[in-house]
């Protein structure tokens, strides 16, 4: 922060809750009159970060990409596509 940014891209898991996002929004909004342009998606199983078989993470349908952007009305880019 000590470049006192106007914009932030906010990275997200698919595990984090809406809430959890937007308290992180608000905190990079009311800090520093900064603005979250967009959100980076970040789509990645436990198991495939700590290297660990059968280890999931809750595949709730509501997390996904559309539900989040409609929530939050900020643009989401899918970090998995590339």
């Known amino acids: 922060m000590g470049c006192e940014p106007q914009a932030s891209i906010l ?3 698919e595990w984090d809750d809406i809430g959890y996002i937007r308290r ?5 909004e009311s ?3 900064n603005k979250v342009i967009a ?8 198991y495939e970060l700590w290297d660990r078989n059968n ?4 595949e709730n349908t509501h997390n ?3 539900a989040i952007e409609n929530e939050v ?3 989401i880019y899918d970090m998995d596509k590339g």
């Open 73 to 75: 009305g900020i643009h």
């Open 31 to 33: 800090f520093n009159e």
């Open 24 to 28: 992180c929004i608000n905190y990079l």
């Open 39 to 46: 959100l980076a998606y970040y789509k990645k199983k436990l």
């Open 64 to 66: 996904n990409i559309t």
């Open 55 to 58: 280890m999931s993470i809750c």
């Open 11 to 13: 990275c997200i898991n």
